[in-house]
């Protein structure tokens, strides 16, 4: 019986995987490349076949593919970079609190709703509520 992975094979096999990183090496990618080192696009780093990371201009969680036109040279460095920036602009959107501290549907502050709850039948107090146990 086959298990179902939830996203597959999404980078395709090693063949595909050393094929991209050549390509991205060549002067036919336009990213400068001789075909043996071709600069970070963030930092200008030279990257080699051992060194490159290739990274995805339209990430996966936004349906990005692995596909000529939206790949590019990355150095190690920046790619870890580039992986932290997104994961906290993914928590701060999910963050039901603005970076001033107040409720985004309902307006209350952080502490406020903490004393005396959120205003109406805001969801961030429900769920708040559930998490907390009352």
């Not at 094979?9 to 090693?14: F, L, P, V």
């Not at 090496?25 to 071709?38: H, N, R, T």
């Not at 549907?105 to 952080?110: A, K, L």
Request: proline residues 6%; charged residues 25%; contains cysteine.
């Amino acid at each position: 019986m086959a298990r179902l992975m939830p996203n597959g094979n999404d980078r395709g096999s090693s063949y595909d995987r050393r094929a991209r990183r050549a390509w991205l090496l060549s002067p036919a990618s336009g990213f400068g490349g001789d075909g043996v080192k071709v600069p970070c696009w963030e930092c200008g780093a030279m990257v080699s076949d051992r060194t490159i990371h290739v990274d995805r201009i339209v990430p996966a969680h936004q349906g990005g593919r692995y596909i000529r036109s939206n790949i590019r040279p990355h150095c190690p460095t920046c790619s870890h970079r580039e992986g932290q920036r997104v994961m906290a602009a993914l928590r701060a959107a999910a963050d039901p609190y603005d970076a001033d501290g107040f409720c985004r549907s309902c307006g209350v502050e952080f502490w406020a709703s903490r004393r005396a709850g959120h205003a109406g039948d805001c969801p961030v107090g429900v769920e708040e509520a559930r998490a907390d146990g009352w």
